[in-house]
């Protein structure tokens, strides 16, 4: 049984879309609830958290420096300060951003979430800042991973319990022949993902108590047990991308419940055997 350490009580609650920057050592994450963007370096132990007026729902590292955002609406640019690229879904009040990832040709993707209706769609910013509409039709948009060799994308909706597989063209960013990759049938929904090394996708279980690894043709590989049981999303990180960070939420708790789960929200970690690969950066 592999052992998670409990790393910081940040309280997060909606803990969300941890990346780790491998030039700086360090993991960033986002409380979306709380418009908040955390950091931890390891090395020193250190913890900043940084605080936006709205939320910041999905994020990924900037080629130019700073990193590129969607918030409740918008895809944004942020440095010093924040500067929106374009607004998506004006018209639907209920929708917001979710997740997102950037591949390795510098695009950022994110998706939308409505979680009563599935008027949620995925999206994609590419260099040029032009955005194109990729997905329609979405629940609650959740985890975006490709595979090593770059051939497949990995796209999650919660509410279904389903994580598609789609052919992905590097150099166009096209994606086509949609299949269901992994149906989940037990405790909690698939959301945020990673991808390692060897091809095995990370999932975390939200409201499942543990993340899952599976194999590049779908199959379970094996599970680690959190105690917590809104888990939340994946990221490998650490000097040899072997450190599994993981974070959770206390979402949609009564006072009684958090006080009967007093680690939701935080970020834990465990070791694993087999490495990430280095978050990508953006390109525009």
């Not at 598609?164 to 063209?169: G, I, Q, S, T, V």
Request: with cysteine; hydrophobic share 35%.
């Amino acid at each position: 049984m592999t052992d998670v350490e409990h790393v910081l009580a940040v309280n997060c609650e909606l803990g969300e879309g941890p990346i780790w920057n491998v030039q700086e050592q360090k993991l960033y994450w986002v409380d979306i609830l709380q418009n908040t963007i955390h950091t931890y370096q390891p090395e020193r132990q250190i913890h900043q958290a940084i605080e936006f007026e709205d939320h910041v729902c999905a994020m990924g590292f900037r080629k130019k420096g700073g990193m590129v955002l969607a918030t409740r609406k918008h895809f944004a640019m942020w440095d010093d300060d924040l500067q929106t690229v374009e607004e998506l879904e004006f018209d639907l009040k209920d929708n917001r951003f979710n997740d997102g990832a950037v591949d390795r040709q510098g695009r950022f993707w994110a998706g939308t979430m409505n979680p009563s209706s599935p008027t949620g769609s995925l999206y994609r910013l590419n260099h040029d800042l032009t955005v194109e509409k990729m997905v329609t039709g979405v629940t609650i948009s959740n985890g975006i991973g490709w595979s090593p060799d770059n051939t497949t994308m990995y796209f999650t909706d919660s509410p279904l319990c389903v994580i598609y597989a789609y052919d992905f063209d590097p150099p166009t960013g096209s994606i086509s022949n949609k299949r269901v990759f992994i149906q989940i049938g037990d405790a909690g929904v698939p959301d945020g993902l990673t991808v390692d090394s060897e091809g095995y996708i990370w999932s975390a279980r939200y409201g499942g108590a543990k993340v899952v690894r599976y194999s590049p043709d779908g199959k379970f590989d094996r599970e680690i047990a959190l105690p917590v049981e809104k888990v939340t999303s994946v990221a490998l990180g650490g000097p040899d991308l072997t450190d599994l960070y993981i974070t959770s939420a206390w979402e949609g708790y009564t006072e009684v419940e958090i006080q009967e789960n007093p680690m939701a929200g935080d970020l834990f970690r465990a070791v694993v055997e087999v490495p990430g690969l280095p978050e990508p950066y953006f390109l525009g």
